[in-house]
């Protein structure tokens, strides 16, 4: 191939549409719906981590869109779209090459949740193995962890976070993971289920940090200045003052 004809190949890959697209496009932050760290309320997108997010922007001078999408969306567009940011996001293993990082915002556990009353009451890794059912959300990370621990008994059958408690209620499924214990709080306070009704099974079944993932086309600047700002927070006690809202 001589000079021109690599020129010519050169230019051509660098106008065509993927290319403008990729250098072109706007960041975009994406997030899922899961209290109480991201959720819509009043018709706002609102949340722990949404706050968070947004005074990391304040700081940074930054202005993106911020935009809820149904789970599995909001991970195929990190995946896919060009500049694109995603929080919360639990960083593991498998996750960690795929993006770039800043955190962690929160160290959070998920235990499974049965009413106070069932009998029997399980309180072993064991006894959950043996369960009939344990129910939890159609996709995700929770029913990836729960499968890859040896777990047969999952029932996927919920669609959103809500349907897992009002299926419990419903005696419907004896046991549900899907919450922190602070998700697990604000569900409880928007179905007006009393205190004291559900019961938290002393098997932590995951434990990881809460992290803001970026694509990996992001700018190294970006992230580090997004890194600094959440640092600053961390210090300032902002970080814990928001953290401290939502828990309650």
């Not at 890959?13 to 960041?27: D, G, K």
């Not at 915002?105 to 998920?110: D, L, Q, T, Y």
């Not at 009413?115 to 929770?142: F, K, S």
């Not at 079944?205 to 803001?212: C, G, M, P, T």
């Amino acid at each position: 191939m001589n000079y021109s004809t690599s020129l010519a190949a050169l230019l051509c890959l660098l106008l065509s549409p993927c290319a403008v697209v990729a250098a072109t496009a706007p960041y975009q932050v994406v997030t899922e719906e899961w209290a109480p760290y991201n959720y819509v309320e009043n018709n706002q997108l609102t949340g722990m981590t949404t706050e968070i997010v947004r005074a990391i922007m304040a700081l940074t001078g930054d202005d993106f869109p911020m935009l809820l999408l149904p789970s599995m969306r909001s991970t195929y567009a990190l995946k896919t779209r060009p500049r694109t940011i995603m929080y919360s996001m639990f960083r593991t293993a498998e996750r960690d090459p795929l993006y770039k990082w800043v955190g962690p915002i929160a160290v959070e556990s998920i235990y499974p949740y049965q009413l106070a009353h069932a009998v029997p009451a399980i309180n072993t890794r064991e006894q959950l193995l043996r369960a009939p059912q344990i129910t939890t959300r159609q996709a995700g990370l929770i029913p990836q962890t729960l499968q890859a621990q040896g777990f047969t008994n999952i029932d996927k059958s919920a669609a959103e976070n809500q349907q897992l408690y009002r299926m419990l209620l419903a005696g419907r499924t004896a046991i549900i993971v899907g919450d922190t214990a602070a998700g697990v709080a604000y569900y409880s306070r928007q179905l007006g289920i009393p205190p004291g009704t559900l019961r938290q099974v002393p098997v932590e079944l995951y434990r990881s940090s809460l992290y803001i993932a970026f694509s990996r086309d992001a700018d190294d600047r970006l992230v580090a200045a997004w890194s600094r700002a959440l640092e600053q927070l961390r210090r300032s006690g902002e970080l814990e003052r928001i953290q401290h809202r939502y828990e309650q």
